[in-house]
């Protein structure tokens, strides 16, 4: 994971993974590469919130309903960890999926596209 780290006025951290490509506040994705999480085992990629849901739900993650209504959140009971993604899965980018990637090694994988 490499970029710069942005923080915003209203205390909100992004990554910005090629900052001579982005515009404040306007991603030219025609001059970098767009971001897909990778199921490793079965080697596909994550193309819906549907796909994903049935590959945590089979890691032991639950739907968590108790927090924000904008966000899909996963919880595991093993573990204090929670997975938070935003309801749009346009809005879905690489941070949310370097997020499941390390609260699931060796299951998920980014690459480029």
């Known amino acids: 994971m490499s970029g710069v780290w942005v923080f915003k006025n209203n205390?909100?951290?992004r990554l910005v993974e090629n900052p001579g490509a982005e515009e404040e506040g306007n991603n030219s994705a025609g001059s970098s590469r767009r971001k897909?999480?990778?199921h490793l085992p079965t080697n596909e990629v994550?193309?819906?919130y549907k796909s994903?849901?049935?590959i945590l739900t089979g890691l032991g993650w639950e739907r968590y309903y108790g927090g924000d209504p904008q966000l899909l959140q996963y919880h595991k009971h093993s573990s204090?960890?929670?997975?938070?993604?935003?309801r749009d899965f346009s809005?879905?980018?690489s941070i949310y999926m370097y997020d499941i990637v390390v609260k699931n090694p060796n299951i998920f994988h980014v690459r480029d596209m």
């Not at 204090?80 to 935003?86: F, G, K, R, T």
């Open 91 to 93: 809005k879905f980018n």
């Open 36 to 38: 897909v999480l990778v």
């Open 11 to 13: 205390g909100v951290i």
């Open 46 to 48: 994550v193309a819906s």
């Open 52 to 54: 994903l849901d049935q």
């Open 80 to 86: 204090i960890d929670l997975i938070s993604l935003p």
